[in-house]
């Protein structure tokens, strides 16, 4: 039909993602040190909560544990998700200069950041298996970062070249990921 545009192979190929130079992702070490710093500052904000409310309020100790529990809830979303993914990034990621990325190079949502996160706090598989995986890894991606489709490099990485994003399957002690 004159007028109507055919779509071509390449228009219907999924969107190149970005490859980072092998230095340039974040390893074991670094990201060791990025996750205990982060760590802590959660465990401080819950800590405070805590105080704030067993001597501001005069609350029971139920009241504090109520307290405690929403506000690690809330405080690590709001910095495991939402701040981690920002320009301002974590204590942990500044620290050690660190930013996270989709595989497309952009800033990832805070969809994908809480998924992420509830990957490593509640998923199929704990935290030594997820920094296990990073030394075998090309791309130094964590189990969760693998199906949050992330990166994890310095910050002042930029990409040395694209590549197509292709899906790969995982057969993880008879689960399929």
């Not at 980072?20 to 205990?36: M, Q, S």
């Not at 996270?100 to 994908?112: A, K, N």
């Not at 890894?137 to 040395?160: F, H, I, M, Y």
Request: with cysteine; glycine share 10%; proline share 5%.
């Amino acid at each position: 039909m004159p007028g109507k545009a055919v779509a071509t192979a390449a228009e219907n190929a999924p969107p190149d993602g970005v490859i980072f130079a092998r230095p340039d992702y974040a390893g074991l070490i670094r990201r060791l040190c990025v996750d205990v710093v982060d760590a802590l500052v959660v465990m401080g904000v819950v800590g405070c909560a805590a105080l704030c409310a067993e001597y501001g309020l005069g609350a029971s100790p139920a009241t504090v544990a109520v307290v405690a529990w929403w506000t690690i809830i809330a405080g690590a979303f709001v910095y495991l998700a939402v701040l981690k993914q920002s320009r301002w990034r974590t204590l942990g990621f500044r620290l050690f200069d660190v930013r996270i990325v989709t595989l497309r190079g952009e800033r990832p949502s805070v969809f994908r950041m809480a998924c992420r996160l509830l990957l490593w706090t509640l998923g199929p598989f704990n935290q030594l298996v997820d920094w296990f995986w990073l030394g075998g890894d090309p791309a130094r991606q964590a189990l969760r970062d693998k199906v949050a489709g992330t990166l994890v490099v310095r910050n002042g990485a930029a990409p040395v070249a694209h590549g197509r994003i292709r899906v790969a399957f995982y057969d993880l002690f008879s689960l399929n990921i």
